[in-house]
């Protein structure tokens, strides 16, 4: 059933998810410069992304629909490439 639509629960957690994201990338700092937000803050944010995407996965893993998400680019292949490590032609070269 992975085309089943959201609760309420997994797109307010989406949510949430995005809106703590989008607050992290908005306060970014470069190195050497104070962090606008306390410790304590940061560390927050941290732990409630920890406990969203633990949510997540519980949910996916009751409705049985598997965890595969990561971003992707628009022209990225959607099928996987294998590239053969097999290096057989090699052995020839070795030997001389």
Request: proline residues 9%; charged residues 35%; contains cysteine.
């Amino acid at each position: 059933m992975p085309d089943q639509e959201p609760t309420q629960e997994e797109r307010i957690l989406r949510m949430v998810k995005r809106v703590l994201t989008d607050i992290a990338k908005d306060t970014y700092t470069r190195p050497g410069y104070r962090h606008p937000l306390s410790d304590d803050t940061v560390m927050g944010i941290r732990d409630c992304l920890a406990l969203v995407s633990a949510r997540e996965s519980e949910l996916a893993r009751a409705a049985g629909r598997p965890m595969k998400m990561r971003p992707r680019f628009v022209d990225e292949p959607r099928t996987p490439v294998v590239v053969p490590l097999d290096v057989t032609g090699n052995k020839d070269k070795d030997k001389n």
